[in-house]
């Protein structure tokens, strides 16, 4: 007999329980799988949301060729392989090279942020072609894990834990609708356990179901699931929803100098297996971020406590996170440069190319020297002190200020 999990998986949109803001009536998702043409896409989100259940929906009632692959298993080769099989379909199918009617296989690849950058690389050509429609289902943000050109290719939807009326709209149908579970006449006196140690993930949510069905109990309590279940219901679960609230509480505590919150979540974080490059990377990013310019150091220590980390792993790893951590959570902070960049990126995207003022270009030709190029440019060497009153930004945005001191 197939796992709960599976047999409970969605097989239509009306099926589906939760992401509503993407496939509720007139969500963004829905409007697209309806019209029949959906564009390459990254669903990004916790486990046990409906990543891969979404895509095998999707590939089902468009009626596409569906090829998966995991990242984890998968390199350059299988990657090619697809491609090269939905090349050759769609020769057969339309004497083309590549669909043109929106109608091109679908690929899903699941934790996509595995994938390396010649992985990802691998895949540009065909994504941009048409020749597949890329799906990708990732936990990570796909802006730190997706290579730049294919992120460009490819539209991001984040997808939520499931909210407590989901979860209690999924146990509902498996206790009416699933033959097996609905044969044992389990009965529920109260829910707060189940839905605790769920932690909004479906898929944990149903094998709790099938543990505590499996045991032999007519009744399903707390008591029941958590004796079944033998854990801590606040564990830190690194693959749920608390791996994002609690990484979030430690960036806030350093952020805000306090070593004994930070080294408390730290600890949180350490005792429940995450991964200690994870939490030594959101350091590195930190010191910059938070403590820039107040302590240029901080990211040196940062970036050599991820160097250590990334050698010893657990449990020496411990040692230096928590020296770096503590380090950070009082040092002087100052995010000046962080600012002064967001504020250069908005105008450059608000003023467009402005021109280069001609005293700052090169002037390595004749012709070029002939134009105005470098005429005018004073080196600051020459002067005392090894500076001197010049103009470097473009003329529309003389006297503009990006980074202001504290």
Known sequence: MLPLAERMRPKTLDEYIGQKHLVGEGAILRQMIESGNIASFILWGPPGVGKTTLARIIAHQLQRP?????????????????????????????????????????????????????????????????????????????????????????????????????????????????????????????????????????????????????????????????????????????DGEMHYDIISAFIKSVRGSDPQAAIYWLARMIEGGEDPKFIARRLVILASEDIGLANPNAMLLANTCFDVVNKIGWPEGRIPLAETTVYLATCKKDNSAYLAIDAALAKVRETGNLPVPLHLRNAPTSLMKELGYADGYKYPHDFPGHWVEQQYLPDELTGTVFWKKD
């Open 66 to 238: 569906f090829y998966t692959l995991s990242a984890v298993t998968s390199g350059v080769k299988e990657v090619r392989d697809v491609i090269d099989k939905a090349k050759r379909n769609a020769s057969l199918n339309s004497g083309l090279f590549a669909p043109t009617d929106g109608r091109s296989p679908i690929l899903f690849i699941d934790e996509i942020h595995r994938f390396s950058k010649s992985q990802q690389d691998s895949l540009l050509g065909a994504v941009e072609e048409g020749t597949i429609t890329l799906v990708g289902a990732t936990t990570e943000n796909p802006s730190f894990e997706v290579i730049t050109p294919l992120l460009s290719r490819c539209q991001v939807y984040v997808l939520k834990s499931l909210d407590k009326e989901d979860l209690l709209e999924l146990l509902n149908r498996v206790l009416t609708k699933d033959e097996y579970i609905r044969s044992l006449g389990l009965q529920i006196k109260d829910t707060d356990a189940l839905l605790r140690y769920s932690g909004g993930d479906a898929r944990k949510l149903l094998n709790i179901i099938e543990l505590v069905a499996n045991s032999g109990t007519k009744v399903i309590d707390n008591e029941t699931v958590a004796k079944q279940l033998q854990q801590n219901p606040v564990a830190y679960d690194k």
